[in-house]
């Protein structure tokens, strides 16, 4: 998938999950992630996020800490 849909894919979850109840948004943007994702999908989000991130929400960053 190319960097660009990815990191929009990304931001569109955590923008979804910004607008739910609760106070861990990172944790449930996580938990989709792991259930919606395929292995090299998240693979290449943590390699994103491992070369610095950019362009990615801050909750899509502290959810990629926790997959």
């Known amino acids: 998938m ?3 849909k990815m990191i ?5 979850i955590a923008t979804f999950f ?3 109840p609760g106070i861990d948004q990172a944790e ?3 938990n ?3 259930d919606f994702w395929e292995p090299r999908m998240r693979d290449q989000l ?3 996020v ?3 991130g950019a362009g990615l ?3 899509v960053l502290e959810s990629v800490r926790r997959l």
Do not use: C, F, I
């Open 2 to 4: 190319s960097p660009d």
């Open 50 to 52: 491992e070369a610095g």
């Open 57 to 59: 929400d801050a909750v």
């Open 18 to 20: 910004k607008t739910q």
């Open 28 to 30: 449930k943007v996580a």
């Open 8 to 12: 929009y894919m990304a931001n569109q």
């Open 46 to 48: 943590r390699a994103h």
């Open 32 to 34: 989709h992630l792991k």
